[in-house]
Nanobody
Framework: QVQLVESGGGLVQAGDSLRLSCAAA????????LGWFRQAPGKEREFVAA????????YYADSVKGRFTISSDNAKNTMFLQMNRLKPEDTAVYYC??????????????????WGQGTQVTVSS
C-alpha cells in the first residue's frame, strides 16, 4: 500500500504562483509514473501533468503547458507541481496520483493506482 499526502494549496490572486508537493509513504516505492489531476466543482477530474519515475519524461495538459512544471525528488519519494501565472480557471482540488506499472494512457485517471486526499487551489480574479 502507498499513501500519498499533498500540501501547498491555498488562495491566491490571478497571476500568482503556488507550489504543490506530494509525499509518498509506505512500502518500497518505484512506480512507473506520477501524475497530477484536478477537479473543479461540477466537473470531471482532469489530467494536469505527469512525470516518469525513471528518465523524468514529462507530459502536460494543453491548458497548463508553459505555466506549470512537474518535477520529482526520487530520493525523497516526493513530487512537485510548480504553478505560475495562475488563472481563475485553475481553481480546483488538485490530486497527486501514482501509476505503478504503466496502466495505459498518461491522461486517464483510471490507470493510476493510488491517490492523495487532494488540496484546494483557489485563484481569485
Amino acid at each position: 500500500q502507498v499513501q500519498l499526502v499533498e500540501s501547498g494549496g491555498g488562495l491566491v490572486q490571478a497571476g500568482d504562483s503556488l507550489r504543490l508537493s506530494c509525499a509518498a509513504a509506505g512500502r518500497s516505492f518505484s512506480p512507473y509514473r506520477l501524475g497530477w489531476f484536478r477537479q473543479a466543482p461540477g466537473k470531471e477530474r482532469e489530467f494536469v501533468a505527469a512525470i516518469t519515475w525513471r528518465g523524468g519524461f514529462t507530459y502536460y495538459a494543453d491548458s497548463v503547458k508553459g505555466r506549470f512544471t512537474i518535477s520529482s525528488d526520487n530520493a525523497k519519494n516526493t513530487m512537485f507541481l510548480q504553478m505560475n501565472r495562475l488563472k481563475p480557471e485553475d481553481t480546483a482540488v488538485y490530486y497527486c496520483a501514482v501509476d505503478e506499472t504503466f496502466g495505459g494512457s498518461v491522461n486517464s485517471a483510471g490507470v493510476y493506482d493510488y491517490w492523495g486526499q487532494g488540496t484546494q487551489v483557489t485563484v481569485s480574479s
